[in-house]
């Protein structure tokens, strides 16, 4: 049978059955509606009422009361770590609901938040979910334009914040960047502010409410809001080859059953099982895999506010060892980078709680999985590499741990209800093994983006209209003769740094906001740690002999527009860019230039000035 042979009423079938592990307040009678033409309106589970909070607190508070829902660990290590139990959850989601409540927040308000790894952005938006509020996390490293932007786009009521959060050695002053931010975000009425760093800070008098000032007045019970299967659940911001990043809506019911699912199937996650996923909360992973997935299954997940560095590299491992985690989930780029420190740090640690490893977030390269898998689970942990993406809401090719094979670098097979195909560029579906293809899923899925915020066509155009009646995800992948993917990286202009997606022109916008610039082309070139590096090859109106501080000076641009986790690490500055006579920069000239590919640059007989290419070659960066 072909690799892609998929029967949709299996598919229904499945994700039934997976909709029998949920308390509803009414069940469903259509699994799914709607399909990937027209206008891509998918339901599923439609008739279906819940509040995921019911599932993922309140029915462990009555079954299992003392167990641990949420381990602690803050930034410095000599702070006690703190465990909440699932009764305390409960309280706390209850009281913080009811706080919103006496705002005036009602359901379907956006509330953001832009905080540290506290428990309190975990029960602020578990409580947000609960009053049928829609949470859109802000990941904290983004500067005060980049909130600005996202508080302006989903119409946010509310902001809730830390005075301040630690970052190893750093306290991040996030309420003063929350104040920057909205001296223009008219939308936004309230501002909570949970007492954390006490950093000096202002606060204004009708805006700003300090939390355990409004928790003296909360109520430890609160009935959720009832919700439809399509009512929202959250926006999250993330980039794409266009345009300002776009916040992506996902749904109640669909999502948590892929969550819940997911998290149990990939991880094979048992009742005692300590998980611990690295993700900040501001990421697609923070939500689904921190948080829902692991409360929604009932189990006990870490949440750890520093970084792996602080106060040295052996952080991570002794949290292991500390907190018998058995099941450690993060990115390519902390491996790579805390494999750098050396093999002798992890083995002073006894870590033979673990069972699962996981990767996710990039490609991971063998060699980095080869160390993962030595260093971290001694040669007896399977390590799941699980592909997917802020869209897809959940995982949807992985190994699963314990059942199937695992191979370095390759995610292998999808999920059970995940239908993955490989299509050629002119749309044609490629059957069998594949060595490059553009990786599309055929069918809908329950925990996908439903809608763009604000902006339906833009979702259809952007994931619907390159390759016809499928949704195309922007990787490219190979399959193997055993049907197993290989994710091989974006196709589009999006550049994965670190884990983290940017779109090339919002990098050029930044840079270009610098008035010495006249344009700009970035690219993603081969980084030994981060994966890809940011290359920005950069004109400007006049020579300036100060070439140290002008890049400087570019970096803090990029800094102040998106936030320091954007800055270029090569900036060249070129005195023209290969263009073709119609305008159009030939980014893939510049890509192979930043490759080293020098021998395969192509045609530049169509460029505008050809010698263009050798005058950048010459001053190449890497
Ligand atoms: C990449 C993160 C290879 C991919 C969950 C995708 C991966 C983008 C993997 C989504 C993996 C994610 N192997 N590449 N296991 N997981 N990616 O939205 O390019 O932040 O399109 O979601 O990360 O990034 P996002």
């Not at 428990?119 to 009053?131: C, F, H, Q, S, T």
């Not at 699980?386 to 949807?396: L, S």
């Not at 390759?410 to 999920?415: D, E, I, S």
């Given at each position: 049978m072909s690799a892609t042979n998929y029967d949709l009423k299996k598919i229904l079938e499945h994700w039934d059955n997976e909709a029998k592990n949920f308390q509803w307040h009414r069940s469903h009678q259509t699994t799914l509606e709607g399909d990937f033409t027209g206008d891509v309106k998918i339901k599923w589970f439609k008739e279906a009422q819940t509040n995921i909070t019911l599932n993922a607190v309140d029915r462990h508070a009555k079954t299992t009361p003392q167990k641990t829902a949420i381990i602690f660990e803050a930034n410095h290590p000599d702070t006690p770590a703190q465990e909440i139990s699932y009764l305390e959850l409960s309280t706390a989601v209850n009281r913080m609901a009811s706080v919103y409540k006496n705002l005036g927040?009602?359901?379907?308000?956006?509330?953001?938040?832009?905080?540290?790894?506290?428990?309190?952005?975990?029960?602020?938006?578990?409580?947000?979910?609960?009053?049928g509020a829609i949470h859109s996390v802000v990941f904290g490293g983004f500067s005060a334009q980049s909130l600005a932007g996202r508080i302006e786009d989903s119409g946010a009521v509310c902001l809730v914040t830390n005075d301040g959060a630690y970052r190893g050695e750093k306290i991040i002053n996030l309420k003063d960047i929350c104040d920057e931010a909205l001296k223009n975000c008219p939308t936004i009425q309230n501002v909570i502010v949970h007492t954390h760093t006490k950093n000096a800070h202002q606060m204004l008098s009708g805006r700003d409410h300090y939390l355990h000032e409004l928790l003296k007045n909360s109520d430890p019970q609160f009935p959720f809001e009832i919700m439809n299967a399509e009512d929202p659940l959250f926006i999250l911001y993330t980039s794409g080859s266009t345009g300002k990043p776009k916040g992506l809506l996902h749904t109640t019911a669909g999502y948590m059953v892929h969550a819940a699912y997911s998290f149990r199937e990939v991880f094979d996650f048992k009742e005692n099982d300590i998980f611990w996923c690295t993700a900040d909360l501001g990421w697609i992973t923070g939500h689904t895999y921190t948080t829902y997935g692991p409360l929604l299954n009932g189990g006990t997940t870490l949440i750890f506010e520093g970084i792996p560095t602080f106060p040295n590299g052996e952080r991570f491992w002794q949290v292991i060892e500390k907190h018998k985690v058995t099941h450690f989930y993060t990115a390519p780029t902390a491996i790579r980078s805390l494999e750098a420190l050396g093999d002798e740090l992890p083995q002073k640690y006894k870590m033979g709680s673990l069972k699962v490893l996981g990767s996710v977030g990039e490609p991971i390269n063998e060699e980095a999985w080869e160390w993962f898998h030595l260093n971290v689970g001694k040669g007896n942990c399977p390590i799941v590499?699980?592909?997917?993406?802020?869209?897809?809401?959940?995982?949807?090719?992985?190994?699963l741990a314990n059942?199937?094979?695992?191979?370095?670098?390759?995610?292998?097979?999808?999920?059970?209800?995940?239908?993955?195909?490989?299509?050629?560029?002119?749309?044609?579906?490629?059957?069998?093994?594949?060595?490059?293809?553009?990786?599309?899923?055929?069918?809908?899925?329950?925990?996908?983006?439903?809608?763009?915020?604000?902006?339906?066509?833009?979702?259809?155009?952007?994931?619907?209209?390159?390759?016809?009646?499928?949704?195309f995800t922007g990787d490219g992948a190979k399959r193997d003769q055993l049907n197993r993917y290989r994710i091989t990286g974006r196709v589009d202009d999006v550049i994965n740094v670190s884990g983290h997606r940017f779109g090339t022109a919002e990098i050029e916008d930044a840079i270009d906001e610098h008035h010495d610039v006249v344009e700009s082309a970035v690219i993603g070139y081969p980084h030994p740690i981060k994966g890809q590096g940011i290359y920005a090859f950069v004109i400007c109106h006049h020579k300036r002999s100060d070439t140290e501080v002008l890049e400087k000076e570019i970096r803090d641009m990029v800094t102040k527009v998106i936030g320091p986790i954007a800055k270029p690490d090569l900036i060249q500055f070129v005195d023209a860019l290969p263009k073709t006579r119609s305008g159009k920069i030939m980014r893939r000239?510049?890509?192979?230039?930043?490759?080293?590919?020098?021998?395969?640059?192509?045609?530049t007989s169509t460029l505008l000035d050809p010698d263009v290419v050798n005058r950048i070659i010459k001053g190449k960066k890497n």
């Open positions: 927040i009602k359901k379907g308000d956006v509330i953001c938040f832009y905080m540290g790894m506290t428990p309190e952005l975990v029960i602020g938006v578990l409580a947000a979910a609960r009053i590499d699980t592909w997917w993406q802020t869209e897809t809401g959940g995982i949807m090719i992985s190994t059942k199937t094979e695992c191979v370095p670098s390759f995610a292998t097979y999808p999920l059970q209800g995940i239908t993955p195909i490989l299509v050629d560029n002119t749309g044609d579906e490629l059957k069998e093994s594949v060595n490059e293809g553009n990786l599309c899923i055929k069918y809908p899925w329950p925990s996908m983006a439903r809608s763009i915020w604000g902006d339906h066509e833009r979702f259809i155009q952007t994931y619907f209209t390159t390759y016809k009646g499928c949704y000239i510049l890509r192979k230039i930043g490759e080293n590919e020098l021998g395969s640059l192509g045609d």
